[in-house]
């Protein structure tokens, strides 16, 4: 957030400027980095049920984590803008206690195609509105461990689609180099998963499958480069 807050105030420092700048050529990378809110109930559920057998509240819920990943575009007029992108998103919870041990890895990769739309205009920066779609893809590992039990260690897979919208600003800073920021909203949901290749349910119904839900807010603060 302080990230966030530095670049906004750039931002409105070039705004100051009325004098254009002529972009490089029509294509660009970026790069981003930033804060992503999850909806992880099922695994939350989990994580309340290992604090009841453990005798306390010690592993916190997982509702949120970064967010960073590589942006390539293509300029297709003055106001819209096509490309690919890769994200990777983390999330962690975990306790040990008196010999038991629960730890919860949740990270998730984006695969995903995004429209940009930032109106043509003189001043340096430049507010938008975008959207993406794609693939979420997830290896999470839980591993858990106690004095009687021993250990044990799964590894949760699955894939599922995403969409999202989000607002965008966009600082100039040369011809090449520009300052971007994104907030929105993405649903991202895996409704099924597997361990050794066999469907996972939740340990209170044999009909309901465990997902991971990624679905929420996110902020991004990026850097971005036209060769």
Request: glycine share 12%.
């Amino acid at each position: 957030m302080k990230l966030l807050t530095g670049a906004l105030i750039l931002a409105a420092a070039f705004l100051s400027c009325d004098a254009g700048l002529s972009l490089a050529g029509p294509f660009y990378v970026q790069v981003h980095g930033g804060w992503s809110f999850y909806n992880l109930d099922d695994v939350n559920d989990a994580i309340d049920a290992a604090n009841d057998e453990a005798g306390g509240s010690f592993g916190d819920h997982v509702s949120s984590g970064l967010d960073v990943g590589l942006h390539a575009g293509y300029t297709m007029t003055s106001e819209l803008s096509l490309g690919l992108g890769y994200s990777r998103l983390s999330g962690s919870s975990g306790f040990s206690r008196d010999g038991y041990l629960v730890e919860y890895d949740l990270p998730a990769d984006l695969y995903e195609v995004f429209l940009d739309y930032l109106p043509a205009t003189d001043q340096r920066v430049r507010t938008g509105a975008g959207a993406t779609m794609g693939m979420i893809r997830s290896a999470a590992t839980l591993r858990v461990s106690d004095p009687m039990g021993g250990h044990l260690e799964d590894q949760f897979k699955g894939m599922g689609f995403l969409f999202a919208g989000y607002f965008i600003v966009n600082a100039a800073v040369s011809s090449s180099w520009s300052l971007s920021g994104q907030v929105g909203f993405r649903h991202a949901i895996i409704s099924e998963l597997e361990v050794d290749g066999e469907t996972v349910y939740n340990p209170d119904s044999l009909d309901d499958k465990l997902r991971f839900n990624y679905s929420g807010l996110f902020v991004r603060l990026g850097v971005q480069f036209r060769p």
